[in-house]
């Protein structure tokens, strides 16, 4: 048995509507969309721990200094990539099971957006997804740490195929 905001396979319909001034890319909306539904803050944390559950897991080379989100209250890390297709695409994990929910979020609403995209995002979309009222005051700035970090990381990578393409040419 499935309940709600638990993934069956079908995109959200359109009952909730996301303030387009949020500037989120298709996916993120789509997953801000079956949290702001759920109908208590209950089952948006039971979501994020379902997102933390089927993550997938992080290679532990990626575990280093340059890729751990600062002022997390638990280990938290992200890397990018600029695939050929110009879109970006990251990978996360975390130490903590409702902080690998909240990246694994995060990587799943941002990977497949321009750099542009995402640098547009603004951090009020976790107001408008319910999760606020669920989390911490530590594991809201932590959140917002995630999507400053993951924001810095795509222009990262971006400036860097860039560099590779024109050093190819």
Not at 130 to 148: C, D, E, H, K, W
Request: proline residues 6%.
């Amino acid at each position: 048995m499935k309940g709600p905001g638990v993934r069956c396979g079908r995109s959200v319909s359109a009952k909730a509507e996301i303030d387009p001034e949020l500037k989120l890319p298709p996916a993120l909306e789509n997953e801000v969309l079956r949290l702001k539904m759920a109908p208590d803050n209950t089952l948006r944390h039971q979501q994020l721990l379902f997102f933390a559950k089927e993550a997938e897991p992080m290679d532990r080379k990626h575990f280093r200094p340059e890729n751990k989100v600062p002022g997390c209250l638990s280990s938290v890390w992200v890397t990018a990539e600029q695939k050929d297709d110009g879109k970006i695409y990251f990978k996360g994990d975390s130490d903590a099971m409702i902080t690998k929910g909240l990246v694994t979020l995060l990587v799943r609403g941002l990977s497949g957006a321009t750099a542009q995209e995402i640098v547009a995002v603004k951090p009020e979309f976790i107001k408008e997804a319910g999760i606020t009222a669920s989390l911490t005051p530590g594991r809201n700035n932590g959140f917002l740490n995630m999507l400053q970090v993951m924001k810095k990381k795509a222009v990262g990578a971006y400036k860097a195929a860039k560099a590779e393409a024109e050093a190819a040419n």
